[in-house]
């Protein structure tokens, strides 16, 4: 079975049982939905980042205090901010199920989660050879709002990376990402490569998670 | 004045400012309008080089400058904006040039986007662009630029702010990306349609591409625009270069490619990212005494919306009758109990069965008709992208509607009447939008065509006045009953020719009105629509449910050559074999979507031997609905409801919580049983049978949070299981669910929050609930919440999934019940 649809079955609380048929074609069909709505974008750009004697992580003169990151970034000499948004037309094909069949929509919902995943983790190793050919590594990504990183530094990282322009994608006063199937991250840069980079599930500390791979 | 000068002559815009800017310094992240006063000499000196490399056009650094995005504790904005007029001033002094320098005041997109798919509200960002705006004028910029917009809703609140709080100018650019679409979907014509609707004085194409992939985009400008076009690239495409982002076309090979830019018809070049004085200087060499392309007039006639445009005229176009409430119960019952859910429906339903554009009527006595047209329009506008047509003779409901609307809207309508046209035309004027003419007037509907000709020309002439052109009408040619006006068809058939031959104007028809009072109207419908559409008919106003009105619009367009290689109707019909479709008038509009030509015949069989029970517990929707038809012939439908419908609900819910049913599964068979309710629920409407309602709850997504689906799935397993849900939406304000609960003696509240940044409006929602409604009890959901935390709030009940809240909410009322008898 394919990767995503594997991960869409496990958004929908199906936990290690198999699908049904039916919830198996409507995934089918959310994904071709998905496939016309879509409207997958991403940005990056690299910085330099100091650690400093205080723990704090400092990109620019943003200065980070999070535990978490600090572990995830350990050895990291610079790293990758990333950004992606799967469009508006996503939000709007969600709202549009929801009014009429919520068991689809709630179907379409945990595709879209599945393909945002696809998509950054496929940006992400794009990313990663070429870097690889200099010498370097990537980390697993890492979002605010994952452990200790707080919510409230999605703020000037999407700024840094001016996404509102480069890709559509803003915040609301809430820090809700909008359009809502949309990522921002931290990847470390280090020379010493380490565990799978994209890896993002494993890596959380909430072992009991319903959701959990 | 530059408006004298415009599609005149070469214009010339300045360069990039941000990309120079970083090279003096400015940190990532730091805001570079507060350069103004930190740095005014930097400032100062960038203007000072592009007015000696030849710019004609200025742009203040502004682009952050407005309430939404400049959060800078420091400075004011007002210090802000008028330093950086003031800086392109005196850098013109300093030049000492004898060139008429214009400043610009540049204005920029909030950050944000608006609802209803982000946060902000259409106001609040024209309340932020008019302050700038204001500032501009009163700092004394020559005009106003709006630029790299990539949302027309937000373009359309700038715009309107600028025009209606000064009197500058209005230039607009958009950012385009390579496949010629804004980042929110809408593609050129739509973007030009607007624009022109709002009347800017320029528009065109700025940042995002280079000059080389702007030339597509050119084109498609070009071909549309009647206005004169502004093209501003960037120095190329945005690479990464050790970490930053360089543009790298050079100063020569920019130039080369902006004269091949003005040859095709640009009248205002500049650059955007990653241009500096060198490229423009290049330019201007290379660029001057090019004579510029005399700006034509087009005639297309669009209507649009933020993510696409229709143009009538070629083929005819299909307009969805569907939401009014004129002879439909149910309509008007959705109207009056604010089931909006119920009128998005019916716009979906017609979107996938056709339709090209919606018409929006909700008018009904003793309603209050502006709110609700403005609140209808914003919802349709979060589901479908079909461009919509505004129907009301309320004009304060027309202009709510027409300020709110997210693109070029079709408005429906003006008449010959003098008094209807002092009405509508001056909106039209202002908001833009194709206006249907009706040919009536003071005489009432003349009987023959040449009455209704020259009413027509009437409309055209008056709204000609009004700057309105010919292409933004379209007449209505007026279908009459032929059962009581023996020539009505041949009259509007006769009217629909003569509009297209001699006036050369659109048209357009309510086309079933021509059947009242006739048995099988369908029939008389469908071939009058054809005869219709081969005399010209641009747009029939329908309903695209009908099988019949389909039918005949593919047969038309396949024969007439409209249709390439009959693909569409092939793509419709294939497999079919022409059989009539039993029973498929009366379920199409459940089926709206996932309606297979064949679907009605294997339904009917399959659900002989289904029980509605088992249909319920599979999941199956159509098979539900089928079934409880046949049943209740035959049964009444409490006994189904008690019999059937909950024991099939019981045994699913049962299985959820077991594990051994999933989420979807379990919504799958809510589903089923909703569909099965609406049978059951028309059924007894007619006999007045009454089912007991279990207690009404008010259901919201708290303020700032604007995801609803956890909401909505909790409100499908209510809804079945008998309760009365008021649902408020999402991103609800707590004052809003405290007056709602007060107001309807609300006993239960269900309250969803996605994030902790959210979840502290819930624990404010709570505070208010029990400061103002003591007895209502609060059960709260949501991905971030717990036990602990919903302890923590003050929530009577923490559902960790729907089927708790179910239980919850069964438990609450029947406390209630015992407390009634009690008492």
Known sequence: MEKRIKE?????????????????????????????????????????????????????????????????????????????????????????????????????????????????????????????????????????????????????????????????????????????????????????????????????????????? | MIRDRLGKELLYFDGGMGTLLQERGLEPGELPETWNITHPDVIRGIHRSYIDAGSDIVLTNTFGANALKFHDGTFSLNEIVTSAVEHVKAAVRDSGTDRKIYTALDMGPTGKLLKPMGDLDFETAYEAFREVAVLGEQAGADLIHIETMSDTYELKAAVLAAKENTSLPVFATTIFDERGKLLTGADVPSVIAMLEGLRVDALGINCGLGPEQMLPLLEQFLRYSSTPVIVKPNAGLPKQKNGQTVYDVSPEDFAAVMEKIVRMGAAVIGGCCGTTPDHIRAMRTRCEGMPV??????????????????????????????????????????????????????????????????????????????????EVVQQLQSVTSLPLQIDTVDVTAMEAALRIYNGKAMVNSVSGKQESMDKVFPLIRKYGGVVIGLTLDEDGIPSDAEGRIRIARKIIGEAEKYGIRKKDIVIDALAMTISSEPDGAKVTLETLRRLRDELGVCSVLGVSNISFGLPNRPVVNAAFYTMAMMNGLSAGIINPLSEDMMKAWYAYHALM??????????????????????????????????????????????????????????????????????????????????????????????????????????????????????????????????QEKKGSIVLATVKGDIHDIGKNIVKVLLENYSFDVIDLGKDVPPEVIVETVNERKIRLVGLSALMTTTVVSMEETIRLLREKAPRCRVMVGGAVLNQDYADMIGADFYGKDAMQSVHYAQEVFAENAADQEES
Do not use: W
């Not at chain 1, 996404?163 to 921002?184: E, F, H, N, Q």
């Not at chain 2, 056709?354 to 009904?364: F, K, R, T, W």
């Not at chain 2, 609905?625 to 049964?635: A, Y």
């Open chain 1, 8 to 213: 869409a079955v496990r958004y929908l609380g199906f936990g290690k049982n198999a699908a049904d048929e039916r919830t198996l074609s409507l995934i089918g069909e959310a994904f071709a939905d998905l496939e016309k709505e879509a409207d997958p974008r991403f940005v990056c750009r690299f910085f330099d980042i100091t650690h400093e004697a205080d723990g704090k992580i400092r990109i620019g003169t943003l200065k980070i205090s999070s535990r978490s990151l600090e572990r995830n970034l350990k050895g990291c000499g610079k790293i990758v901010l990333f950004g992606a948004t799967l469009g508006p037309g996503v939000d709007r094909l969600i709202t549009r199920t929801s009014v009429m069949d919520m068991a689809k929509a709630v179907i379409v919902q945990a595709c879209a989660a599945a393909m945002l995943e696809e998509y950054c983790d496929s940006r992400q190793l794009e990313i990663g050879e070429e870097l690889e050919r200099e010498g370097e590594y990537l980390r697993p990504r890492f979002s605010p709002g994952y452990g200790d990183f707080d919510i409230h530094y999605q703020e000037p990282l999407m700024r840094m990376l001016d996404c509102a322009k480069t890709i559509g994608l803003t915040m609301t006063d809430s820090y809700m990402m909008s359009p809502s199937k949309s990522v921002t991250a931290v990847i470390g840069v280090s020379r010493t490569q380490e565990r799978c980079p994209v890896e993002g599930c494993e890596a959380c500390s909430k072992t009991d998670c319903e959701y959990r791979r």
């Open chain 2, 561 to 690: 050559n409209l249709d390439a290689n009959c693909e569409n109707y092939i793509a419709r019909f294939a497999g079919s074999t022409g059989a009539p479709a039993a029973g498929a008038g009366s379920s199409a509009g459940m089926s709206a979507g996932e309606g297979k030509p064949s679907a009605g015949a294997g339904m009917s069989s399959a659900s002989r031997e289904m029980t509605l029970h088992a249909a319920i517990v599979k999941g199956l929707k159509e098979e539900a609905h089928g079934v409880t038809e046949k049943m209740v012939q035959t049964e009444v439908p409490l006994d189904i409801i008690n019999q059937e419908l909950i024991p099939a609900l019981n045994q699913v819910g049962d299985g959820f919580e077991k594990g051994t049913v999933f989420l979807p599964q379990l919504l799958m068979s809510a589903e089923a049983a909703k569909s099965a309710f609406a049978v059951l629920k028309e059924k007894m409407d007619k006999s007045g049978e009454v």
């Open chain 2, 293 to 374: 392309l005399p700006v034509t007039e087009k005639e297309d006639t669009i209507v649009s919306s933020y993510g696409q445009s229709v143009l009538l005229g070629t083929g005819s176009k299909i307009i969805g009758e569907r939401i009014n409430p004129t002879g439909k119960k149910r309509f008007k019952q959705a109207l009056k109990e604010h089931d909006l859910e119920y009128i998005l429906r019916e716009g979906i339903s017609q979107q996938d069965a056709g339709a090209h554009i919606l018409d929006v009527n909700v008018g009904l006595p003793d309603i209050d008709e502006p709110a609700l047209m403005k």
